[in-house]
C-alpha cells in the first residue's frame, strides 16, 4: 500500500487524449432495459445523474445500439436516429449541469446473435420472437449462443459494411451529444465479439480463420468510429480477455494481448477488459477474477492505459490492483448499485481526496 505521504493511485488524475479524469475510478456500463424504441426515458436521467453524484472520474451508459436490431432487448438504448440522439442529448444536459466533475462516456453496441431478448424481469424470459416485438439477429456466422434463439442470419460483405457505417455514424453523434468519451463493446459475445472467438466466428472469407482474420471488422469499425470522432474526443474498446474455453479452443489471453496491440497502433486511447460471452463456461467469480486479463494486457502494450473490473468493491484490493500495475484504472458495475457513493467510501478507508457536488460536500465532507 502506499505510505501515508503519498496520495492513493485511485484518487490521482488520468489524461485519456484531451480528457482529464479527476480520478481513476470508472462506473461501467449496466444494462438498464427501460427505453422506449431506443429513446432514453426519465430512467437516464436519474440513473447516470445519481451515479456522477457519487464523483466517479468517469461514467459510462449501458450499452447503447448503432441500429435497432443491434438491442439486446426491445428495452435497450439507441444511438441510430434523430429521436435517440435529442433524447440522449437531454440526458447528458442534466447529468453534467448537477455533477459537472465526473466525465460521461457512452458505449456504443451491437447484440449480434444475442439480441431480440426480453428483458431480465419480464413475465415471459427469453427469445422475442419477430411477432410479439423482436426481430431476427444478424451475427458474424448462422449460428446461435447456446441454441438458445434461431441461428442469426450471417452477414454478407454489404451487410459488413453497412454495419461499419453504423458504428461510426453513432460515434458521430455521441460526439454532437456531447459526451466527453466513447467506448466501442467488443466483448461478452455480442456482435464484435463473436468476429473475434472462432467459437461462434464461422466465416471463410477475408473476416473469418485466422486471428489476423477475426480481428479485422473489429479493428474495421474501430477505425470507422476514431474517424467520425473529433481528435481530442477519446475511443476507449472494452473486450473479453478470455472466453474461459481454452478447452475447445476458445479466445484466450494471448489473442487479447495481439487485439490490444492491434487498437493501440490505430490510436485506442485506453482498453477496458472483461471476460467471457461467446459460450457457456465455469466462471471463478471472486474478487479480482478478471485482473489477470488486465495485467496481461497492460504487460503487452506500449502506453496504452488499461482498466480492470470484476469484483473490485474492496476499496484497499482496488488499490492494489493499481500500485502493483495491473491496471491504470478500475471499473465498477454492480459494486455502484449497491453502494452508489462507494467513492466516498474508497476515499474515507485510503485518505483520498474527492471533489462532491456542492449540495453533498457542505454537509458530509
Known sequence: MNDQNTAPRLFEPLDLRGLHLRNRIVVSPMCMYSAVDGVASAWQHVHLGSLACSGAGLVITEATAVEPRGRITPNCLGLW??????????????????????ALGVQLAHAGRKASHARPWSAKRGYVEPDDGGWESVGASANSYENIAPP???????DLDAMRDAFGTAAGRAARVGFD?????????????????????????AYGGSLENRMRFPLECFDAMRAAMPDDLPLMVRFSGTDWRDDIGGWSTEDSVAFAIELEKRGCDAVDVSTGGNAKAEYPVAPGFQVPFAAAVKKGVESMPVVAVGELDDPRFAEDVLERGDADAIAIGRGFLRDPRWPWRAAKELGGELELVDQYAWCVS
Do not use: I, Q, W
Open 152 to 158: 442469426a442470419h450471417a452477414m454478407s460483405l454489404a
Open 181 to 205: 468519451l466513447v467506448e466501442m463493446h467488443a466483448a461478452h459475445g455480442y456482435l464484435l465479439s463473436s468476429f473475434l472467438s472462432p467459437l461462434s466466428n464461422e466465416r471463410t472469407d
Open 81 to 102: 436516429d434523430d429521436a435517440c440522439e435529442s433524447a440522449l442529448a437531454r440526458v447528458v444536459e442534466t447529468v453534467k449541469a448537477v455533477a459537472p466533475a465526473s
